[in-house]
């Protein structure tokens, strides 16, 4: 399910390349670097969650939807304190209304809740997205 609000906040916590970086990203190819110590999503989305963040920005094509779901469940703090987004990808659009619904489904059940705040088409798909915004 979709949780009407009557407020979007004005700041959330992204989580595109936390703890996962996707191979089509462009920067999932390294040329070298520092180097440094990789933090898993969930270890990044719970010092988000500690330092105050109550808004979490997620997608399907992130892939760490079940770290970042993780770190909700160990926060202790309540689902209605926080407000949830996701999107789903463009692939998913393509195959259909039952595949968004079904990603939605994967999306709850990583995210541990039983409804988001939002859900968005991630990028509009040719021919398709009108179709998924109805869904």
């Known amino acids: 399910t979709i949780h009407v609000r009557t407020y979007s906040p004005a700041i959330s916590f992204g989580t595109y390349k936390v703890g996962f970086i996707p191979a ?15 933090r ?5 989305v719970s010092d988000a969650l500690s330092v105050g963040y109550r ?4 997608a399907e094509f ?13 926060s202790g703090i309540p689902r209605e304190e926080l407000f949830l987004c996701s999107k789903v990808w463009t692939t998913t659009i393509e195959k259909g209304e039952d595949a968004i619904r ?19 088409v991630h990028w509009p798909v040719p021919g398709k997205h009108v179709d998924a915004y109805k869904t």
């Open 55 to 58: 808004s979490l920005e997620c």
């Open 62 to 74: 992130y892939g760490n939807e079940s770290e970042v779901g993780k770190a909700i469940a160990s």
């Open 40 to 44: 898993t999503a969930e270890e990044c």
């Open 102 to 120: 079904a990603q939605l489904d994967r999306t709850l059940a990583d995210l541990g809740t039983d409804y988001v705040d939002l859900y968005l």
């Open 24 to 38: 089509s990203a462009s920067s999932a190819v390294t040329t070298g670097g520092a180097g440094g110590t990789e």
